[in-house]
């Protein structure tokens, strides 16, 4: 054979190789019009209204039929989404917005601003807990003067505002629909119109939702499947059998047990994130009630948190799918979170040793007894009451476990939510327990709520610690009317390292979801509650 | 019954029986071995002492769950407080049941008519359902738990401690031990409540598989005591790992069927052996 | 006359009722905390706990309240469960189809089963064939349905693929008409089996030792010895079998039932078991209420219909 055609073989064998080893890879990269997929979720939304509600199982079947103004992208920065662009004014004190045209609800009606002006003043803000936290009490007005302008007024300085403005922190709903009723009881609720990509079909409840396309969804080309179902299944085991199954192609939620089994499976793509649509960035945190005398003496706390563990938090109950607190606020707010703070590290002869000058004795079996604790009685048994929620019992068998080998005694108490949140919130009869708080997307929607003393109250997930400190709440209120982001990364971190020294809570681990989908498909987004604007699947 | 048997004889044709000589061996033997195992193994069935979701070896025979802790401790303790709290509720179910059944078939009459009334309504209260209310309301617990069932499943030993001891009215040496004068109460605790353990003892035993089984599908529901390991709590817990960890879910599975098993075969074994016409 | 034993027997469901219904009262008047609470939830405005308690009568005196309740619950209106927002007795009603489709399968099925399988067994009696069919039978009775649900999604589900794992139907391509029927077939056939087990077992064993024992009579051996074919002697021996048989499983019922929500929650069937455990976590007490009323009811109808089949087939009880 002549060098020549050698050459060319040579050549064409390897771009044969070549395009085969690359050819699923750009066959799965142009998109494919059409298919249904069947996404799994773990519980009835019971209504499909995400504005008036921040829980998960709302948001996560729900907001493919809504927009916000904006959108996040995979780094959590801002995108035009309902909103094409804007301008901040007057140091931050005014957020004005240019609406795209053309933008229609479901039922045909053209969008206008005063549908913006309506969902914030008369929805979000009186049913929307984050942004009733956050924006209630700053905002001073919003304008629509024209049908494509929306003007958003503070009293101070706001920062947030652009990382609040998706569908999952305020979606926008129709005001020809919702004006003069009662949000909460409104039929739509259950029959909705919005401007997503997805307009609803059937709701049957227990079962499932039906979703088709949006033909006149204003992103043209999206979205590029047919239809999407959202199947209810409980139990998240059985989800991962339904995806292995083929019944499923979408998973909110892989187990952690589960994942390194199909990692490896090149039937399955996964996806880590640290968006919920029930809030994203979440830690889950210990609170302690500073009101109870067992815990006042900030030696005990300090002595729980040499005590746990951590790192096998992580491992035994994450499954490695997360990380160890390394601060108060998660490190999914970069910015904000505050490196190599001294967290108490795992270490139980300093635990004892604390417990022991805490007047806190070991004497025989069992928990530690109180000698000469003040306004506790001599010889009452050092038992703490640890509150949770079902879901969490794990939470509480390692804290249980890892706290009872120093002598301090702990005693579970599973609540539902439905009751949990009241106890603790309301009546306050709790020692420790643990919650998920999630910081949200900035510190000022998830965090500040944790520790500043206005906090302190009756509304759920609110300051349990009952935590008070005034130049923590200078602080913070400083923080809140300031907008030069290096600025607020220094009163932050000023604030962590506070918090950590005084330990009102303790910050255990920071948790992630991991999304799964069949590999036929592709384009989910995993960190967005928009998840399949612009998925496809092959076949 | 047809027929009647001295209670002496009992023990005897039980073993004789093939089922009851199965009942007793198995029953036996999960219990002997419940409660020597959670003695020998690791003392707190909570603790932490392998790695965690590992294989059955020789170290840990049946594995390890997702916390690290030894499934064998576990399933020792658990079909320990399976088996208590069975024999709880059997012996609070027996004395009601007793009580009930002998006052109703002694005085007979409107006491009579009113307790079978009674009888009858709780027979029909559904047990494992008002077991999910009762806990939801008044939140979890084992004690309540065994309260609840002791509470609500007399009926049956009640019906068959009626009959007994209506048929056993009539004997002659009921009639004999009235002839000599010995008082009704007399006669009741000596003559006729011996020979009431037989038949009263099969329906307990049956009882008692539901109890187990009852208290593993409230487990499974997650309404179960999260202070105690029992046989459901870890059935509950296996859940999440089914793929993974086979070995969470089978062990404490085939424990909750022995120990039923083992309750129905005695059962069937104390039915043989009061059937006067069974020959093994 | 059949009729007067019937009209008795409905009397007799009277006090029964009105037994449960005050039962479900006291429950709810028993609970820690305001009964307002456990007709409303635990975070309803004062607005709402207000229309409660006049809807309830809750500040009248407690056999006002009773009246009050069991008129409610006469007319149809078992409360409002505000999770749903909606009437209880309709968020049931919804569930119901269901969760009857799957018993009624499964009751079907292992009562077929059981009575061919008990024959059969009995037919060889203590035989190899006999003794197997024995053991299984135990081994199917003595397990919890809810760890052979999990096994049978292991082994035949994802094992063998031929199975669905969870729903009533599919969820990619909705049917219709006869392709809608079999796809419901399709999901229920696992479901309905591992439900059908526990009641198959005892229906074996019963109609085995039934069988067994009817076989020694008497009459039976003449029957045999004058030569009547095997078939017909097993068919009348049978007829007498099934009286004790159906006591049995129609006392059952409550037990039953407890089955079927457990292999709901497995199989994530859409019917009243997965809406028990929906309303457990949210601590929907007037749902859980309503059920635990319906089940109840529903065990008092099946009690009634065993007796009633039993006296249709016992020519004794008819003439008491």
Not at chain 1, 82 to 104: K, M, N, P
Not at chain 1, 108 to 123: C, M, R
Not at chain 3, 182 to 196: K, R
């Amino acid at each position: 054979m002549s060098r020549g055609r050698l050459m060319a073989r040579t050549v064409f064998v390897l771009m044969a190789v070549w395009s085969l080893g690359t050819a699923p890879a750009r066959a799965q990269d142009a998109p494919v019009r059409g298919g249904t997929v069947v996404a799994a979720i773990v519980s009835d939304p019971g209504h499909l209204n995400p504005a008036i509600t921040t829980s998960g199982a709302t948001h996560a079947a729900s907001e493919l039929l809504y927009n916000g103004l904006l959108g996040r992208d995979e780094r959590g920065e801002p995108v035009p989404e309902l909103a094409e662009s804007w301008q901040i004014e007057q140091g931050g004190t005014v957020y004005r917005f240019r609406l795209r045209d053309g933008v229609r609800w479901h039922d045909g009606t053209p969008f206008t601003a005063a549908d913006v002006k309506f969902t914030f003043e008369e929805v979000l803000v009186k049913y929307h807990a984050r942004t009733r936290a956050s924006m209630g009490a700053v905002l001073a007005g919003i304008e629509a003067p024209d049908d494509r302008t929306v003007v958003f007024r503070f009293k101070q300085p706001y920062a947030p505002l652009l990382y609040q403005l998706d569908a999952t922190e305020a979606p926008i709903v129709a005001r020809h629909v919702y004006q003069g009723t009662d949000p909460q009881t409104n039929p739509a609720n259950g029959n909705p119109i919005g401007t997503g990509p997805f307009k609803l079909v059937s709701y049957t409840k227990g079962t499932e939702i039906r979703l088709v396309r949006n033909p006149t969804y204003f992103k043209a080309g999206l979205p590029h499947l047919d239809g999407l179902v959202m199947r209810i299944i409980p139990d998240l085991a059985v989800q991962v059998l339904a995806l292995e199954n083929g019944e499923v192609d979408f998973l909110w939620e892989l187990p952690g047990p589960q994942q390194a089994r199909l990692k490896g499976d090149p039937r399955f793509r996964a996806a880590r994130t640290g968006y919920h649509p029930g809030g994203s960035n979440c830690i889950m945190t210990m609170s302690f009630n500073l009101d109870r005398p067992i815990l006042k003496d900030l030696r005990v706390r300090q002595a729980v948190a040499h005590a746990l563990d951590r790192q096998a938090f992580l491992t035994q109950i994450l499954f490695g799918d997360g990380k160890v607190a390394a601060a108060p606020i998660s490190s999914e707010i970069p910015w904000a979170h505050a490196a190599g703070l001294a967290l108490p590290r795992p270490d139980r002869a300093e635990a004892e040793k604390l417990l022991d000058g805490a007047g806190w004795k070991k004497e025989g079996e069992g928990p530690r007894t109180a000698r000469g604790v003040p306004g506790v009685a001599d010889g009452t048994r050092l038992s703490i009451e640890f509150l949770h929620f079902p879901t969490f019992t794990k939470y509480g068998e390692l804290v249980r476990q890892q706290l009872g080998a120093v002598g301090i005694g702990v005693v579970l108490k599973p609540l539902e939510p439905a009751v949990f949140a009241p106890t603790v919130f309301k009546d306050r009869n709790f020692d420790s327990n643990v919650i998920s708080y999630c910081n949200g997307p900035d510190p000022e929607i998830g965090v500040r709520r944790m520790y500043h003393s206005s906090q302190i109250g009756p509304a759920p997930f609110t300051n349990a610690a009952a935590y008070r400190n005034a130049r923590v709440d200078a602080l913070f209120d400083e923080a809140s009317r300031t907008v030069e982001r290096d600025k607020r990364t220094r009163l932050y971190r000023q604030i962590q390292e506070l918090v950590v020294q005084e330990l009102p809570y303790f910050w255990l681990v920071e948790t992630v979801s991991t999304r799964a989908w069949a590999a036929r498909c592709a384009g989910f987004k995993a960190w967005t509650g928009h998840f399949a604007e612009e998925a496809f699947c092959r076949r | 019954m047809p027929g009647w048997i001295p209670a002496s004889d009992i023990n005897r044709r039980i073993w004789r029986s093939r089922a009851g000589r199965a009942g007793v061996l198995l029953t036996g033997g999960l219990l002997a071995a419940a409660l020597v195992a959670a003695h020998v193994g690791p003392p707190d069935p909570f603790a932490s002492v392998g790695p965690p979701l590992s294989a059955p070896t020789l170290s840990h025979p049946m594995g390890t769950d997702d916390l690290g802790r030894d499934l064998l401790s576990g399933v020792a303790h658990g079909t320990r407080t399976s088996l208590v709290l069975a024999v709880i509720v059997s012996m609070l179910t027996g004395i009601i049941g007793v009580m009930v059944g002998a006052l109703a078939a002694w005085e007979g009459g409107t006491l009579d008519d009113l307790l079978m009334r009674v009888t009858e309504f709780v027979q029909v209260v559904p047990r494992f359902f008002l077991a999910v209310l009762v806990i939801a309301l008044f939140g979890p617990g084992l004690e309540r738990l065994a309260l609840l069932l002791a509470v609500t499943s007399w009926p049956w030993i009640a019906r068959v401690v009626r009959a007994e001891a209506l048929s056993l009215k009539r004997r002659e040496f009921v009639e004999a031990a009235r002839a000599l004068g010995a008082g009704g109460p007399r006669i009741l605790l000596r003559e006729v409540l011996p020979n009431l353990l037989p038949p009263v003892l099969v329906v307990v035993s049956l009882n008692a598989a539901g109890v187990i089984l009852i208290e593993a599908g409230l487990s499974f529901l997650g309404l179960g005591d999260p202070d105690v390991v029992s046989l459901g709590y870890l059935a509950n817990n296996a859940q999440r790992f089914l793929r993974v960890a086979w070995w969470m879910a089978a062990f404490p599975g085939a424990a909750i069927a022995a120990a039923v098993l083992g309750l129905n075969l005695l059962g069937d074994g104390l039915n043989d052996a009061l059937n006067p016409r069974f020959e093994s | 006359m059949p009729s007067r034993y019937l009209l008795r027997r409905l009397a007799q469901v009277l006090p029964t009722v009105a037994g449960l219904l005050v039962l479900n009262f006291c429950i709810v008047h028993l609970a820690p905390g305001d009964p307002v609470i456990a007709l409303g939830g635990e975070h309803g405005d004062a607005a709402y706990y207000a229309f409660l308690r006049a809807r309830f009568a809750l500040d009248r005196p407690l056999p006002e309240q009773l009246l009050t309740y069991v008129t409610n619950v006469l007319r149809g209106d078992l409360g409002t469960s505000f999770v749903h927002g909606r009437s209880v007795a309709g968020v049931i009603a919804e569930r119901l189809p269901a969760t009857i489709l799957l018993v009624a399968t499964a009751l079907v099925l292992s009562s077929l089963a059981g009575l061919g399988l008990g024959t059969l067994a009995a037919r060889h009696g203590r035989r190899p064939a006999d003794l197997a069919l024995n053991a299984a039978a135990l081994l199917g009775y003595a397990t919890p349905s809810f760890w052979l649900g999990q096994m049978a999604l292991l082994t035949v589900a994802v094992g063998t693929g031929l199975f669905p794992v969870q729903g009533m139907t599919d969820a990619r391509h909705p049917q219709t008409g006869l392709a809608h029927v079999l796809d419901v077939a399709h999901h229920l056939a696992l479901p309905a089996l591992v439900l059908a087990v526990n009641e198959l077992a005892l229906t074996t064993r019963l109609v085995r030792t039934g069988l067994l024992e009817a076989l020694g009579a008497d009459y039976v051996r003449t029957a045999r010895a004058k030569g009547l074919p095997e078939g017909r002697v097993i068919r009348h021996a049978l007829r007498n079998v099934m009286l004790p048989v159906l006591t049995v499983i129609g006392s059952r019922a409550g037990m039953f039932l407890s089955g079927a929500v457990l292999v709901e929650v497995v199989f994530a069937w859409p019917g009243l078991g997965r809406l028990l455990l929906s309303s457990l976590l949210a601590r929907d007490y007037p749902v859980l209420l309503g059920m635990f009323l319906l089940i109840s009811f529903a065990v008092v109808l099946a009690n009634l219909i065993t007796d009633l089949a039993y006296a249709r087939l016992d020519p004794r009880i008819r003439y008491q």
